[in-house]
């Protein structure tokens, strides 16, 4: 099994910054690929941002290009969102996942391994 533990999280008003921190423990394998998402009240969990085991690629959804950075250290199993220039739109409970393998993925229903989630608030 692998646990994920997400923290960083918390309220902050809009044009402020926010860095997500995401710990993987357990069974992981020799590469995975993390990714981050996001669901709002009352909508779906979206994709944020992922990354793949080497860091050298990332996907972002076009909502927050130029304004989140994914990265990661391996060798502290941990993955990082670091969000710049909040918006009130941000305001969700953002997610860190897990996928077994090296490519990189959008789709949360690729992902294995979820964390509890942690509340980000973007006060206007």
């Known amino acids: 099994q692998v646990q994920l533990v997400e923290s960083g999280g918390g309220l902050v008003q809009a044009g402020g910054s926010l860095r997500l921190s995401c710990a993987a423990s357990g069974r992981t394998t020799s590469s995975y690929v993390m990714g981050w998402f996001r669901q709002a009240p009352g909508k779906e969990r979206t994709f944020v941002a992922t990354?793949?085991?080497?860091?050298?690629?990332?996907y972002y959804a076009d909502s927050v290009k130029g304004r989140f950075t994914i990265s990661r250290d391996n060798a502290k199993n941990t993955v990082y969102l670091q969000m710049n220039s909040l918006k009130p739109e941000d305001t969700a409970v953002y997610y860190c996942?897990?996928?077994?393998?090296?490519?990189?993925?959008?789709?949360?229903?690729?992902?294995?391994?979820w964390g509890q989630g942690t509340q980000v608030t973007v006060s206007s």
């Open positions: 996942a897990l996928r077994r393998g090296s490519r990189a993925a959008v789709g949360s229903h690729e992902y294995d391994y």
């Open positions: 990354i793949n085991w080497s860091g050298d690629i990332t």
